[in-house]
C-alpha cells in the first residue's frame, strides 16, 4: 500500500503562482512514478504532469506545458507541482497518484495505482 497527501492548493487570483507538494509513504513507494491530475466541477479527471522516480522523466499535457512544472529531488523525496500563471480554467480538485511500472505512454487515471484525496486550487478572476 501507498499512501499520498496532497497539500498546497488555495484562492489565487489570475496570474499568480501555487507550489502543491504530494508526500508520499509506504510498501515500495520510492518505486513509483508520480502524476498529477485534476478535476473541475461536471467534468473528467484530467492528465496534468508526471514524472519517473528518479525525476529524469517528465511528461505534461499541453494544456499546462510552459506553465506547470514538476519536479522531485529523488525517489524517496515529495513531488511538486509549481503553477504559475494561473487562468480560471485550472480550478480544479488536484491528485497526486502512484503508478508502478508506469511507461509514459498511458496517462489515464486507469493507469494509476494509489490515489491521494486532492487539494483544491481556485483561481479567481
Known amino acids: 500500500q501507498v499512501q499520498l497527501v496532497e497539500s498546497g492548493g488555495g484562492l489565487v487570483q489570475v496570474g499568480e503562482s501555487l507550489t502543491l507538494s504530494c508526500a508520499f509513504s509506504?510498501?515500495?513507494?520510492?518505486?513509483?512514478?508520480i502524476d498529477w491530475f485534476r478535476q473541475a466541477p461536471g467534468k473528467e479527471r484530467e492528465f496534468v504532469a508526471a514524472?519517473?522516480?528518479?525525476?529524469?522523466?517528465?511528461h505534461y499535457a499541453d494544456s499546462v506545458k510552459g506553465r506547470f512544472t514538476i519536479s522531485r529531488t529523488n525517489a524517496k523525496s515529495p513531488v511538486y507541482l509549481q503553477l504559475n500563471s494561473l487562468e480560471p480554467e485550472d480550478t480544479a480538485v488536484y491528485y497526486c497518484?502512484?503508478?508502478?511500472?508506469?511507461?509514459?505512454?498511458?496517462?489515464?487515471?486507469?493507469?494509476?495505482?494509489?490515489w491521494g484525496k486532492g487539494t483544491l486550487v481556485t483561481v479567481s478572476s
Open positions: 514524472i519517473s522516480r528518479s525525476g529524469g522523466g517528465k
Open positions: 509506504g510498501s515500495a513507494s520510492s518505486t513509483y512514478a
Open positions: 497518484a502512484a503508478a508502478r511500472g508506469f511507461d509514459f505512454r498511458d496517462f489515464s487515471p486507469a493507469a494509476m495505482d494509489y
